[in-house]
């Protein structure tokens, strides 16, 4: 246990370290590049001050938590044990595959000047893609079976081969919430902690050594961020560091074999996905039907909406937050 825990604080403190430096660095670089956030004219006209901030700063963190993550298994294949961290590895290679994507995104929408990047489309296309490969790469290696634990108590719902493609949507979807979510200074960055100061925790109840390095990455990462885009942000993470970070919260719950309490923990991400989605089926549904598009929010994610109404970004950063801190409570008391 003793090994555990300083494993634990040692990643933690390495990623939050390294990836503060290398934000430091990184800031001007992309600043001198100009690769700055193009605003929509749609979006709320007060974040037209925001227009130029460096994005694309989830680099800042994943470089540092590879480079960490490197050393760690090279050490312990030194000690012949390599092979029990495959869950985490392969967990680790679908966030890192998310984020690439966004990169990719992110990249198309720094040079084409715009804020589409990808299509809807394409990035699907490749996110239901690496999902696919993360569950079957996952079953092919023994360490994702068809059986679901349900919550509040002990009994298992066997899915069969339906498993699996409910797997790769449930994935797709969550790391798409993820992205939803990075909309205000501080949001992903802070939700997600909480969520790794939960996977922490329940790591250190189950003694569960790969979910506690998952922990750890989480909090490293996004402690290291939060120094530079708390309100008002210096830096934004962009797409590849929000799919990277949704990936890492759903992998480590499938990983970790509780899915439905992995739905639990990703309450926000699903939220702000949701109210997206119905925000534009409710649309061109009353458009179809009256002639003339009706919304269900002032704006949409959800955290627009709070916005339109008049509340501030640090207060709804708060809030989100909370929710999510409640959130995990209710995941804790369904384990």
Known sequence: MKEFAITFAVTAILIFVLSVLFERKLIPFLRSKKLGQPILEIGPRWHKCKEGTPTMGGIGFILPTLFVMAVFFVWRASI??????????????????????????????LVKKQNEGLTWKQKLFLQLFMASCYVCVMAYTGNMDTSVALPFSDREWEMGWFYYPAAVIVLTGVVNGGNFTDGLDGLDGSVTCVAGIFFAVWAFARKDFQLSLIGAILIGSTLGFLVYNIHPAKVFMGDTGSLFLGALVIGAAFASGEEIVGLIISAVFIVEMLSSF????????????????????RMAPLHHHFEKCGWNEPGIVIVFSLVETIACMIAWLAL
Request: glycine letters at 12%; proline letters at 2%.
């Open 80 to 109: 012949g044990d390599s092979a029990d961290f495959i869950p985490l590895a392969l967990t680790l290679g679908f966030a890192v595959a998310n984020g690439a994507i966004g990169f990719i995104d992110d990249y198309f929408k």
């Open 278 to 297: 119905s925000q534009t089926l409710f649309f061109k549904l009353t458009r179809r039907l009256t002639g003339e598009g009706k919304r269900l929010f």
